[in-house]
C-alpha cells in the first residue's frame, strides 16, 4: 500500500500543515483509494493528488472532534460538483448522527449523492477499499479508534493512532507493524490530556517492534522543536523515528 500524510496538523493549523487526513492506496485492483479522516484543508491537499478528490469514495473517521471531520460535507459536494455519484462514510458509533446532523444544516445536499453510512466496533475486524482493518479504542477525550491496516496476501501493515494518550494497549496493537503514525501534538514541557508529548510515547513504545514510527498531529508548540522530539522518543524507543509533513508518501 501506499500512505499519502494529506494533514500532519491540529485543530490550531498551520499554512504548510492542514489538519489531519491520510490517503492510503492499495496495491491491489480489487480496492480503491481511502481517504482516513477529513480534517480542514485536506480536500485542498487531496486535490493536489494523482487520484484526486473525484476517485475517493470512501472516508474512514477516527473519531468525530472537527479538525477530522471539517471537510466531510466539502468532500461530498466536490464529488457531487465532478459528477461523482457515491460516496461512504465509515467511522466509530454516532457516525450517522454526525452525517444526519451536518445535512440537517446543509439540507440542499441532502440526496446530492448515493451516501453510506457504516459504523464500526472496536475489536470487530473490517474490510474497506480492499483493506483489512483491525480497530482498537484510544483514550481521548471523545470516543476514538486507531487502525491497523493490512491487504490480502501481505504481511506489512500500516497502524494510525487517531488521537490518544500514548499507552500500552495501543502499543500492543500496533507491534510488529511496519510503520506506525502515531499523534505526538506538543513538546514535553507541556503539560496536557489526550495527546502524548514524545518522552511518554518513546516509554510506551519501549520493547515493542515498530519499524518506523512518524510523529504527527503537531501543534504549532512543536514547530523549530522536530529534532529535539525525535531525540526524546528515542531515549527509550530504538526504532526509526521521523517527523510526519503534508505530502509525504512512502511505500508499506
Known amino acids: 500500500m501506499r500512505v499519502t500524510f494529506l494533514g500532519t496538523g491540529s485543530a490550531m493549523p498551520l499554512a504548510e500543515r492542514v489538519q489531519t487526513g491520510l490517503l492510503l492506496e492499495p496495491a491491489a485492483d480489487d480496492g480503491g483509494p481511502l481517504l482516513v479522516d477529513c480534517g480542514a484543508g485536506v480536500l485542498h491537499r487531496l486535490s493536489q493528488t494523482d487520484p484526486g478528490y473525484e476517485a475517493v469514495s470512501t472516508v474512514l473517521l477516527t473519531h468525530h472532534h472537527l479538525d477530522h471531520v471539517s471537510d466531510l460535507l466539502a468532500l461530498l459536494k466536490a464529488r457531487w460538483l465532478a459528477g461523482e455519484d457515491h460516496l461512504e462514510v465509515v467511522g466509530p458509533t454516532g457516525t450517522k448522527a454526525l452525517v444526519d446532523d451536518l445535512l440537517g444544516v446543509h439540507d440542499y445536499l441532502d440526496g446530492r449523492v448515493d451516501l453510506q453510512v457504516r459504523e464500526i ?102 514547530e523549530g522543536r522536530h529534532e529535539e522530539m525525535i531525540e526524546s522518543v528515542r531515549e527509550r524507543f530504538d526504532g526509526d523515528v521521523r517527523v510526519a509533513r503534508d505530502g509525504l508518501r512512502f511505500e508499506v
Request: glycine share 8%.
Open 121 to 222: 466496533h472496536p475489536n470487530e475486524p473490517f474490510a474497506v477499499s480492499g483493506f483489512e482493518v483491525a480497530a482498537r479504542e484510544t483514550r481521548h477525550s471523545m470516543p476514538c479508534l486507531a487502525y491497523r491496516f493490512s491487504e490480502p496476501g501481505s504481511d506489512d501493515e500500516f497502524v494510525f493512532s487517531g488521537d490518544t494518550e500514548a499507552f500500552e494497549g495501543l502499543s500492543t496493537f500496533a507491534d510488529g507493524a511496519k510503520v506506525l503514525a502515531h499523534d505526538c501534538s506538543f513538546p514535553d514541557e507541556v503539560d496536557v490530556d489526550n495527546h502524548p508529548i514524545p518522552s511518554q510515547l518513546g516509554a510506551a513504545l519501549s520493547g515493542y517492534d515498530v519499524g518506523r514510527l512518524y510523529l504527527t498531529h503537531l501543534y504549532p508548540h512543536t
